[in-house]
């Protein structure tokens, strides 16, 4: 008796068990009816029959993140590089998740493997840094497209890293440091163009001031000279008119003949008195007084060898 107790509760919790189903929140359980698609569970209590009914299938509905291994791609410019990402999907029908693909999450993997592949191998080395929004969008567009029958939504993916052969990465420094010293080298001349510039531009400007000084320096001394030659002009002119208004005057003819006299014996007396032969005008031996003169000279200039 106590053995078929025994065995009635063992059936007992074998039924319930198996008879109740609960699904946790954001799962969703594919229900088989003798190997046929019955219906889809979602969260919450669900009663089945035992034997004829089987849970094939568990899915979760929450945005799954799938690791994309690392892999080898070639850009257009023959340079490879290995490539990583990050790729982040939902369920959104469980149903074509059980029946569409025999594993999504392989699948969509592959696939987006072979859209990176080919996204990178459209594009130069120099831009796969810089496109990275532009092929993480291509991949989306192109994965999502393929896995819509599977039930699936892509949401995003992100590359994580890019990292050329380590020749290339060195190639790529020296270009940098090569690209820096060009930039260093071009503001140092420019520096030294603009500096060259304004040596230039202040040496003009001295050059035009030095010049503008010296012309008008030019100008105030031809000034002065033509106002001292006007002013000295006035004067003799004066000084003309002066002795003519004398010479009209009775007396002025004989005052001018003796100042021409007294002149010309001055001048006389300068000659006689550097020179050690004398020669005298015949003009002079008819002047009244030439002895006085002759004795003049004997006196002032004792060393005179003759008179000619």
Known sequence: MEIIMTVVVILAIFLFVNTVKVVPEAQAWIIEELGKYKR???SGLHIVIPILHRVAYKHTLKE???????QICITSDNVQVTVDGILYLKVLDAQKASYGIENYRYATVQLAQTTMRSEIGRIMLDDTFSEREAINNAIVKS????????????????IRDIEPAPSII??????????RQKRAEILLSEGDK???INRSKGDREEAINLSKGQKQKVINEAEGRAQSMAILANATADGLKMIGEAIQKPGGREALSVHYVQKYLEQLKKVLSHNKVSILPAEAARLQGLAQ??????????KNEGVK
């Open 293 to 302: 003169i002759l004795g003049f000279q004997q006196s002032t200039n004792p």
């Open 40 to 42: 889809t569970l979602g």
């Open 194 to 196: 603009l500096s060259r």
């Open 64 to 70: 799954q993140v799938i690791d994309v291994p690392p």
């Open 170 to 179: 060195e190639a790529m420094e020296q270009q940098v440091e090569a690209e």
């Open 143 to 158: 994965v999502d497209q393929a896995s819509d029958p599977w039930g699936i939504k892509v949401e995003r993916y992100e």
